[in-house]
């Protein structure tokens, strides 16, 4: 068995033909991140740069996405670690993964855990969701993305409420913001995620994966890179059956 296929130890990994859903297990630590669950998080991703599929990310419905970085491994990192980048070299790997990843929030999703939320590229949530970062009270940083994700995702104000003045973001509230999808029950939240993710993938896969590289390319990659992922999706054979099907769908009696 490869090390990809190892049973993790901190996840529930399900593989589905068309995406991958991700649950965070470590119950009795409020699914603290902790450096097994960063090597195991990798190992999901070096999978889906392989074999790209959507990603589904949760906590589950307990009321706890994720509750920060462990801690007690916290305490002991130095400066070499921080200059490492250890949370924030996973989350921005997850950021790059080749389809779209969706999170799905359930009570608190705290320092690491907030950040981890932050950078896919989806959320939704369930009115118990609270996203704060509470790192200066701990004599630290929000160091993994958040001081530059937060300003592109609600703006500089709004991200200064939450990383300088503690401001915590409930579900509704961060609905409000754009931060989230939509809000919805716990006991359905699960459900409208894969819903969203079935909306997603009557899509093109292709189409998907050079749309996600045109959004998230620096502003000086336009228009040059959406003149040319353009050109590639109209040289695609997918592209041909999809619109030869909607044509001719238009031309039945009746069609719509």
Do not use: W
Not at 118 to 146: H, K, M, N, S, V
Not at 220 to 240: G, M, N, R, S, Y
């Amino acid at each position: 068995m490869t090390a990809a296929a190892r049973t993790p130890d901190t996840l529930r990994v399900e593989r589905r033909e068309d995406r991958t859903v991700v649950a965070l297990a470590r119950p009795a630590e409020r699914n603290a991140i902790d450096a097994t669950m960063v090597a195991e998080l990798h190992a999901v991703c070096a999978e889906l740069e392989h074999e790209p599929r959507v990603l589904v990310l949760t906590g589950g419905t307990d009321g706890v996405f994720a509750g920060g970085a462990d801690i007690a491994q916290l305490r002991e990192r130095r400066r070499d670690d921080a200059l490492a980048g250890i949370n924030l070299q996973l989350f921005e790997r997850i950021r790059r993964l080749p389809m779209p990843t969706v999170a799905a929030v359930d009570g608190h999703a705290l320092g690491g855990g907030a950040e981890l939320a932050y950078a896919c590229d989806l959320r939704l949530a369930t009115p118990r969701a609270r996203f704060g970062q509470p790192e200066p009270r701990l004599g630290i940083l929000a160091g993994a993305g958040a001081a530059y994700r937060l300003v592109r995702l609600l703006g500089e104000s709004v991200a200064k409420q939450v990383l300088l003045a503690g401001s915590v973001l409930d579900g509704e509230r961060a609905h409000e913001l754009g931060l989230v999808l939509e809000v919805t029950p716990p006991e359905d939240l699960l459900a409208r995620t894969h819903e969203v993710v079935d909306q997603m993938l009557r899509g093109s896969a292709i189409a998907l994966r050079l749309t996600k590289l045109a959004v998230d390319a620096p502003e000086a990659a336009h228009p040059q890179l959406d003149l040319v992922a353009q050109a590639v999706l109209f040289e695609d054979e997918e592209k041909f059956a999809r619109m030869d099907a909607f044509l001719h769908r238009g031309s039945r009696p009746g069609g719509r």
